[in-house]
C-alpha cells in the first residue's frame, strides 16, 4: 500500500523509507515557529533544566501576533522578556512588532514557509501551512523539547481522505464549508477525526486560491484535525508567483494511499453558515437569527486575513457605510497585505466605510487584548473559536461566519446574508 | 516505575474539562508548572476538597469526552505529583498526549469502566498490563494498556524527564561540557 502525503512528509522528516499510523517518529524540523506568548516560558523552563541555548538558532522563528500592542505594562514587559531571549539564544528570525503579522499567515507570503517543508510550531493552528503543501504540527507547551534537541516523539496520525467536487455559489466561503465538515464530523456524520490528518482532493480544489485553502485548513483544527494538506498545484504556483517568490517541493500521496476514511463534498450545494456562540453548533445562516443586531464585527485572524479575504469585505463595504451603533475591526494577516490594501487603495474603501483597521496580527480573538467585548454585547466574526469569554466579557455572544457575511452583518448592523448585497451590486 | 496502583476510586463521570475542570484556567493560562502550587487547585471546580481527599495510588475514574478542550498539561502535572492514576472511556488525543508528556499514569478506550466503580471503592489496576479490579464489589477486568511505546515515555518521567536525561547524557558525552 501507498503513503499518504501527511505519511510521505513525515516518513522523509524522520529519515524512515515509510511509516504508518501509529508510528512513534521523531522528525526534523525545516522550521519552528514560537508565539510571542511562550517565548519567555520556554526560556524559563530550559533554563530551569539547566539547558541555555536552542538546537539551531537558525531554524528558529520568533513571531509577535497574539499582542503587538502591549495593552498592558504586564504585555510590555513580557514583549521586553522576548527580545532578551532572542538575543540570548541568537535569534535572527525574530519577527516582533510590526514586522510580519500574524505567525499562521505572513510565513506563507513572505516564503518563509514552501511547499514540502515540515514544521514544529507551538501553536495549533500552525495547520495552516497545509494550505501550501507544507506540514506542520503543534506542540504547545512541548516545544522546549523542539527547540533543545530539535525533534520530539509524533505519532503518525491517520489520514482521512475528503473529496470536493462542484463549484461554491457566489456569497459562499471556503470558511462556509470549513464550518459545515467540522459540524459534520463532531456529529459523527463522518466516522472518526480526532488526531486525524485531512487531505483535499478532487476537482473542486482548482477553484479555491490559498486564500481559501488557509480558512479551511484553519477552521478544521479546532475540531482536533492535526493536520490539513492540499497538495501544491497551479492555485499553490500562483500564490508564489503573484509575490515574487519561488514555491518549493511537491509532496503528493500514492495512487494507492491507505486513507482510514473517504467523504465526497458538494461545494454546489453548500450555503452560507454560522456557528452559534459557545461554539456549540453549527447552522446554515438563514437559520440564524438574522437581523439580530451586533455591536462589534471583526475580520481578519489566523483564517481570514489573507488580501483575498480583505477584497471580499471590501467589494462589500465600497460605497456603503459599516451601521451606526456597530464598530467594524479589521486585522489583516500581515504587513504585506497591509502594504497591498494600500497600494490598490483599498485601506481607504475600508476607512471611509467607518471601520478600523488594526495592527497586522491575531487581533481580538487572542484573549480580546485589543477590541474585546463588552456585556451582553453581540460580535459577528471570522476568529477562530468563540467560546463564552473568548473576547472580553463572558456573557457577550461570539457568532463565526465568512468574511462575507461578517462584512455585509457590519454595513446592516445585523447579521446578514451577503447573497444580498452581492444581488444588489450585480443589479446596479 | 510501578504501574500498579492500589487505593481508592474517585469517580467523576463524563465530559470534565481540563480547563475549569481538572484545573482552573487562570493556573493554565499563567504557565504555572510547579505541582506544589497547582495540587491544592485540582479539580476544585467540580469536586471542592479532592487534593486533601486524594493519597499515593487512589485512581481518577472518568467517563466519555474526559479531559476534553484545550491540552493544557496542569491538571496531569498535579495527578502525576500526587501519585494518582486516571482510567477513563475515552478522552481527545491532544489530551492523551498532555497525560503522556506529564508521565501520568492512565489508560484510555475503557468503555463500561464508569459502571464498575461508585465513587470511593477500592481499586487495583495495573497500567501495564490493562487489568482491573474492584476490590469493593469483587468485580475485575481488562481493558488495552497503553502502547507500549508510550508508556515508555512515561516511564522516563514524559516530555520533560526525557529531556532532562537526554540533557545529562549529552552533558556527559561532551568533554567540555558548557553550554554555547
Known amino acids: 500500500m501507498g503513503l499518504t502525503a501527511i505519511e510521505k512528509h513525515l516518513a522523509r522528516a524522520s529519515s524512515a523509507a515509510r511509516v504508518v499510523p501509529g508510528d512513534i517518529v521523531h522528525p526534523d524540523p525545516d522550521l519552528v515557529i514560537v508565539h510571542d506568548g511562550y517565548i519567555a516560558t520556554a526560556y524559563r523552563e530550559l533554563s530551569g533544566l539547566g539547558i541555555h541555548r536552542v538546537f539551531d538558532p537558525d531554524r528558529v522563528m520568533f513571531v509577535t501576533d497574539h499582542d503587538v500592542i502591549h495593552a498592558t505594562p504586564l504585555a510590555a514587559e513580557r514583549a521586553r522578556q522576548n527580545r532578551l531571549v532572542a538575543e540570548k539564544w541568537g535569534i535572527s528570525r525574530f519577527y516582533d512588532v510590526g514586522q510580519g503579522g500574524q505567525g499562521h499567515v505572513f510565513p506563507m507570503e513572505k516564503g518563509l514557509v514552501r511547499p514540502g517543508m515540515f514544521l514544529l510550531c507551538y501553536d495549533m493552528h500552525c495547520t495552516n501551512f497545509g494550505a501550501v503543501g507544507a506540514l506542520a504540527l503543534r506542540t504547545g507547551s512541548e516545544i522546549i523539547t523542539v527547540l533543545a534537541q530539535g525533534t520530539i516523539w509524533v505519532q503518525v496520525p491517520h489520514t482521512i481522505k475528503v473529496e470536493l467536487t462542484g463549484k461554491m455559489a457566489p456569497g459562499v466561503m471556503a470558511r462556509d464549508l470549513g464550518f459545515r465538515l467540522a459540524a459534520d464530523f463532531v456529529s ?241 | 516505575m510501578n504501574w500498579v496502583f492500589r487505593g481508592r476510586a474517585h469517580k467523576f463521570g463524563d465530559d470534565v474539562p481540563l480547563d475549569d475542570g481538572f484545573i482552573p484556567f487562570r493556573l493554565a493560562i499563567g504557565r504555572v508548572t510547579d505541582p506544589q502550587k497547582l495540587i491544592p487547585h485540582l479539580f476544585e471546580d467540580v469536586r471542592p476538597g479532592f487534593a486533601e481527599a486524594a493519597t499515593a495510588g487512589d485512581v481518577v475514574i472518568g467517563g466519555t469526552d474526559f479531559a476534553s478542550g484545550k491540552p493544557h498539561a496542569q491538571g496531569f502535572i498535579a495527578l502525576q505529583a500526587l501519585g494518582v492514576g486516571m482510567i477513563c472511556e475515552s478522552m481527545p488525543y491532544n489530551s492523551l498526549r498532555a497525560g503522556v508528556s506529564s508521565g501520568l499514569a492512565f489508560m484510555t478506550g475503557c468503555e463500561g469502566v464508569s459502571d464498575m466503580f461508585e465513587d470511593g471503592d477500592g481499586i487495583q489496576v495495573d497500567f501495564a498490563s490493562g487489568h482491573l479490579e474492584n476490590l469493593s464489589s469483587g468485580e475485575s477486568r481488562s481493558f488495552p494498556p497503553l502502547d507500549g511505546s508510550l508508556r515508555q515515555i512515561i516511564e522516563a518521567g514524559g516530555s520533560k524527564g526525557l529531556l532532562r536525561r537526554w540533557w545529562s547524557e549529552t552533558q556527559s558525552a561532551t568533554s567540555s561540557g558548557e553550554p554555547r
Not at chain 1, 483535499?200 to 488557509?214: C, W
Not at chain 1, 471580499?312 to 451603533?325: C, E, M, N, P, Q
Not at chain 1, 478600523?356 to 476568529?383: D, R
Open chain 1, 188 to 428: 459523527g456524520r463522518h466516522g472518526a477525526y480526532d488526531y486525524r490528518a485531512i487531505e483535499f482532493h478532487g476537482p473542486g480544489l482548482h477553484q479555491l486560491p490559498v486564500a481559501e485553502r488557509i480558512a479551511l485548513c484553519n477552521t478544521l483544527t479546532e475540531i482536533g484535525i492535526c493536520a490539513t494538506y492540499f497538495a501544491p498545484d497551479e492555485q499553490t504556483a500562483k500564490w508564489y508567483r503573484d509575490r515574487g517568490l519561488a514555491g518549493g517541493e511537491i509532496v503528493t500521496a500514492d495512487p494507492d494511499a491507505g486513507y482510514e476514511s473517504e467523504l465526497a463534498v458538494d461545494l454546489s450545494a453548500l450555503e452560507p453558515q454560522a456557528v452559534l456562540p459557545g461554539g456549540e453548533k453549527t447552522i446554515p445562516l438563514q437559520a440564524v437569527e438574522l437581523g439580530r443586531a451586533v455591536d462589534h464585527a471583526y475580520l481578519g485572524s489566523c483564517g481570514s486575513g489573507t488580501f483575498d479575504d480583505l477584497v471580499v469585505a471590501a467589494d462589500i463595504l465600497r460605497g456603503r457605510t459599516v451601521a451606526a451603533g456597530t464598530r467594524f475591526l479589521v486585522t489583516p494577516g500581515s504587513n504585506v497585505t497591509i502594504a497591498r490594501l494600500e497600494r490598490e487603495g483599498l485601506g481607504d474603501v475600508f476607512r471611509k466605510a467607518g471601520a478600523i483597521l488594526l495592527p497586522a496580527g491575531c487581533g481580538p480573538c487572542a484573549g480580546g487584548t485589543m477590541g474585546p467585548l463588552g456585556s451582553g454585547e453581540t460580535s459577528i466574526c471570522t476568529a477562530a473559536v468563540n467560546n463564552f469569554g473568548r473576547m472580553g466579557a463572558k456573557d457577550a455572544a461570539i457568532f463565526l461566519a465568512s468574511p462575507a457575511t461578517v462584512a455585509a452583518s457590519a454595513v446592516a448592523g445585523a447579521i446578514s446574508d451577503p447573497r444580498r448585497f452581492l444581488e444588489e451590486r450585480s443589479a446596479t
